[in-house]
């Protein structure tokens, strides 16, 4: 059995997911301002715009002289430009409702197992935190979705000032857990940024990779969490 005193949480597709694509829920707000774009488009142009505002400012702008909001404003009204629609006051208003709206529970949906797991970890006294490249809406999502509770902290990429799988930031969630690297693990559903670089740093690590899934590297059986309830199994396992 690992001897654990620390146990830290990618957030996005671990323990919380969207409850529909970018793309439909930025179609039902521009439907409410009168503009009708279809969904899918939006979904292509999500992605181009999204992908193109990281490589050009990383990690949501920090040291580049943008906030995070600015940076997901510029997002979501160049995703609808890429579809067609050029009115600044539709696109100002629907970024700005945009924005908020994704600090509500409404557009999130815990994973299965999720709750139980945690309140379990915590059950059995281990420390808590989040580790996520996410901006600092985070702390009001996982209140909003009720998990907050179960975290002595959380710590952003924005905050730390660098993103997964910079070492730098698993080395701050030590610092703040009060653990060495060996008296921790981190659960991801991301090979490079979660497990693997968990693993870079010395702490354990756990890859939740549901069925069907498996075009990264090999990872061993017992690293592998088909669903979040199979946690504590592999701790004690291991």
């Known amino acids: 059995m690992l001897r654990l005193r620390l146990l830290t949480w990618d957030v ?52 580049r002289g943008l906030s995070s909001r600015q940076w997901w404003v510029d997002v979501v009204k160049q995703t609808f430009r890429l579809s067609g629609v050029r009115d600044e006051s539709v696109l100002t208003a629907v970024a700005e409702k945009l924005y ?5 529970a409404r557009n999130w949906e815990l994973l299965p197992g999720a709750s139980e797991t945690l309140s379990q970890c915590r059950r059995r006294g281990f420390r808590m935190g989040v580790v996520s490249n996410f901006d600092n809406r985070l702390e009001s999502i996982l209140c909003q979705c009720e998990l907050r509770h179960h975290f002595d902290f959380v710590l952003t990429s924005e905050a730390a000032g660098c993103a997964k799988p910079d070492a ?53 059986s017992e690293h592998v969490l088909p669903s979040l309830s199979h946690l504590l199994a592999l701790i004690e396992k291991e």
Not at 100 to 104: I, V
Not at 194 to 214: E, I, K, N, T
Request: aromatic fraction near 10%; hydrophobic fraction near 35%; proline fraction near 6%.
């Open 100 to 104: 908020h709206d994704y600090c509500s």
């Open 12 to 63: 996005k597709d671990t323990l919380l997911r969207l409850r529909q694509p970018p793309g439909h829920s930025y179609a039902a707000e521009a439907r409410a301002l009168g503009v009708r774009v279809q969904p899918e488009a939006l979904s292509r142009s999500f992605l181009e715009a999204y992908g193109a505002q990281r490589r050009r400012f990383p990690n949501y702008g920090q040291g």
């Open 168 to 220: 730098r930031i698993f080395e701050q969630a030590l610092r703040l857990g009060g653990a060495l690297p060996r008296q921790a693990a981190h659960v991801g559903d991301d090979y490079s940024r979660d497990y693997r670089a968990a693993r870079a740093v010395g702490m354990h690590s756990f890859l939740l990779r549901a069925a069907g899934q498996g075009d990264e590297p090999e990872v061993p």
